[in-house]
């Protein structure tokens, strides 16, 4: 059972940064398409963004464009998304994924079999 881990939540103004990772526990995970979304309170967990397993295609939801950039380390099993500029919009629980789909990047939340418990992102204006 492959197990994922967010870290780098917290709280930030307006216009500053944060970076979150994602450990992911076996190997595996290095040919799993990667992806980060978001649930802020109320609202049904959206797309961010997303990576394949190869790191060359990423894909990013319009409102996060030029702002946030997904990336991926295989060797270290890790996934990370560094966030510029937020916004108290971006305010939410982030949450890692892992999963295979017939597409280069997965989009959906069906196309990823395992998450991350979450980490709170606080954005004050």
């Known amino acids: 059972q492959v197990q994922l881990v967010e870290s780098g939540g917290g709280l930030v103004q307006a216009g500053g940064s944060l970076r979150l990772s994602c450990a992911a526990s076996?190997?595996?995970?290095?040919?799993?398409?990667r992806g980060w979304f978001r649930q802020a309170p109320g609202k049904e967990r959206e797309f961010v963004a997303g990576i394949s397993w190869t790191g060359r295609n990423t894909y990013y939801r319009d409102s996060v464009k030029d702002r946030f950039t997904i990336s991926r380390d295989n060797a270290k099993k890790m996934v990370y998304l560094q966030m510029n500029s937020l916004k108290p919009e971006d305010t939410a629980v982030y949450y890692c994924?892992?999963?295979?789909?017939?597409?280069?990047?997965?989009?959906?939340?069906?196309?990823?079999?395992?998450w991350g418990q979450g980490t709170q992102v606080t954005v004050s204006s």
């Open positions: 076996e190997g595996t995970i290095v040919t799993y398409n």
């Open positions: 994924g892992a999963g295979k789909s017939s597409s280069i990047i997965a989009r959906t939340r069906d196309e990823y079999r395992y």
